[in-house]
């Protein structure tokens, strides 16, 4: 059964704390990226990978740190300099850029 | 840069009726994709329906339909037949096909099918 699994589904941290947000998929896809969503907005993206081992920033990538070593997943982690971490996070991935993508069911990360 | 505009925050439909949801994008490019993705109460974004720039026929997905109007720059979505399960908000999405792009969404519409 092919999809894209984010884990956990809820997730909390106290300020200072860095925290690793999963995201694997089987769907054999190239692509891959992370959004952030704020209540009433749509979404932000924070990074994007096109490929193992290279990977770019999006329109809000500071304080969040990506890793692709494999195809299959693409770990976002927030660190303790993102001023705003509470939101929910989505991950998606498509077979090339410029495509459709595909979402998991997101991560709900709120920092206090 | 690209722009998606939704200019409905919220909108309202009785079961079984007909309701449009617009959505405007502002490009130069030429070659592109437009998107119409739903997310429901469990937060899950699900691909309603995707337009390709250079195809003049409007998509359609069942009960999902688009107007795409590409000198205008609109992509507005037709959903009939309305259910209670397409409460959501619905979310228009644009991407160009070059190598290195990615989307750009809009902020969205909430859509509330009543009884």
């Known amino acids: 059964d092919g999809g894209i699994t984010q884990s956990p589904k809820y997730l909390f941290r106290k300020e200072g704390q860095n925290v690793t947000l999963s995201c694997e998929q089987n769907?054999?896809?190239?692509?891959m990226y992370w959004y952030r969503q704020d209540p009433g907005q749509g979404l932000r993206l924070i990074y994007y990978?096109?490929?193992?081992?290279?990977?770019q920033k999006g329109d809000i990538a500071e304080g969040y740190s990506v890793s692709r070593e494999k195809k299959e997943s693409f770990p976002l982690t927030v660190t303790s300099a993102q001023k705003n971490p509470t939101a929910f996070y989505l991950c998606?991935?498509?077979?090339?850029?410029?495509?459709?993508?595909?979402f998991g069911p997101g991560t709900r990360l709120t920092v206090t | 840069a690209q722009t998606v505009t939704q200019s409905q925050p919220e909108m309202s439909v009785q079961e079984a009726e007909t309701v449009t949801l617009s959505c405007t994008y502002d490009?130069?490019?030429?070659?592109?994709?437009l998107f119409w993705y739903k997310q429901p109460p469990s937060r899950q974004m699900i691909l309603v329906i995707r337009?390709?720039?250079?195809?003049?026929q409007n998509a359609t997905e069942n009960r999902f339909s688009v107007n795409f109007q590409k000198a205008a720059k609109s992509f507005s979505l037709k959903i009939s037949d309305s259910q209670l399960g397409d409460t959501a908000m619905y979310f228009c999405?644009?991407?160009?096909?070059?190598?290195?792009?990615?989307?750009?969404f809009g902020t969205g519409t909430r859509l509330q099918v009543t009884l």
């Open positions: 990978s096109q490929i193992v081992n290279d990977f």
């Open positions: 998606a991935s498509s077979i090339g850029t410029s495509r459709e993508q595909y």
């Open positions: 769907l054999n896809h190239d692509a």
């Open positions: 490009t130069s490019e030429n070659n592109y994709y």
């Open positions: 999405a644009f991407t160009y096909t070059g190598t290195a792009s990615k989307l750009t």
């Open positions: 337009q390709e720039a250079y195809k003049q």
